[in-house]
């Protein structure tokens, strides 16, 4: 009987390596693309610009603060789309409101993504040390920023994935995947969530095919 097993060679919070024995490499394929394109992550989506005398303009900004990986923790906030305040303004399970008021005085300023202040204590930018905008003396920026979840197929910026490979082993049977995060979600976070996405799918799939096949009279 052939023996089907994974096992996890590497594991750190932003990159883990697995081999699959025995396992479909289309379904291994899949996990890798769940991994990029379904499991969601929180983004900077909305900016009120509340103050720019920047020489960058609003939309730049808005941009950059959106590419921004921030902290997710999936068991906490819903989609959008899915959320029960049914508002476009959202609500605190399905938005994270992110401000920022930084002024350079006498000298010239390289704000940062650690000058981001968070409502929700553990939704913050996975490193404090992201450039944004450079303030010349007396320059200002003041703005309100709203964080949603969202998928990477909608948007680059959900990605929780920075590389997504799948390649074989050194016997035939065998496939490796290797799964590196930008530290939204960790490694192995991101791999169960993928896991999750396609299962659901797959069980989907599944009642509507059997919702296809014919009925044979009795």
């Given at each position: 009987?052939?023996?089907?097993?994974?096992?996890?060679?590497?594991?750190?919070?932003?990159?883990?390596?697995?081999?699959?024995?025995?396992?479909?490499?289309?379904?291994?394929?899949?996990?890798?693309?769940?991994a990029?394109?379904?499991?969601?992550?929180l983004?900077?989506?909305?900016?009120?610009?509340?103050?720019?005398?920047?020489?960058?303009?609003?939309?730049?900004?808005?941009?950059?603060?959106?590419?921004?990986?921030?902290?997710?923790?999936?068991?906490?906030?819903?989609?959008?789309?899915?959320?029960?305040?049914?508002?476009?303004?959202?609500?605190?399970?399905?938005?994270?409101?992110?401000?920022?008021?930084?002024?350079?005085?006498?000298?010239?300023?390289?704000v940062?993504?650690?000058?981001?202040?968070?409502?929700?204590?553990?939704?913050?930018?996975?490193?404090?040390?992201?450039?944004i905008?450079?303030?010349?003396?007396?320059?200002?920026?003041?703005?309100?920023?709203?964080?949603?979840?969202?998928?990477g197929?909608?948007?680059?910026?959900?990605?929780?994935?920075?590389?997504?490979?799948?390649?074989?082993?050194?016997?035939?049977?065998?496939?490796?995947?290797?799964?590196?995060?930008?530290?939204?979600?960790?490694?192995?976070?991101?791999?169960?969530?993928?896991?999750?996405?396609?299962?659901?799918?797959?069980?989907?799939?599944?009642?509507?095919?059997?919702?296809?096949?014919?009925?044979?009279?009795?």
């Amino acid at each position: 009987m052939t023996s089907i097993s994974a096992e996890v060679l590497e594991r750190t919070d932003e990159r883990i390596v697995i081999k699959f024995n025995n396992i479909s490499r289309q379904y291994i394929n899949a996990i890798r693309r769940m991994a990029i394109c379904e499991v969601p992550t929180l983004a900077i989506d909305d900016v009120v610009i509340l103050e720019n005398s920047s020489v960058m303009h609003d939309e730049a900004v808005a941009h950059r603060l959106g590419l921004i990986p921030l902290r997710t923790g999936l068991d906490r906030f819903v989609m959008p789309q899915d959320c029960d305040c049914k508002s476009t303004l959202g609500c605190s399970k399905c938005r994270v409101l992110l401000v920022l008021d930084s002024e350079a005085m006498e000298k010239t300023k390289i704000v940062t993504s650690g000058e981001l202040l968070s409502e929700d204590e553990l939704v913050k930018p996975v490193s404090k040390d992201i450039p944004i905008v450079v303030l010349a003396p007396a320059q200002k920026l003041k703005f309100e920023a709203y964080a949603r979840l969202g998928v990477g197929k909608d948007h680059a910026k959900w990605q929780p994935t920075s590389a997504a490979i799948v390649k074989d082993g050194k016997d035939d049977s065998e496939s490796i995947l290797t799964i590196e995060t930008n530290g939204a979600l960790t490694a192995e976070e991101t791999v169960d969530a993928a896991l999750e996405k396609l299962n659901t799918k797959l069980k989907s799939f599944n009642e509507v095919v059997r919702s296809l096949e014919p009925k044979v009279a009795r």
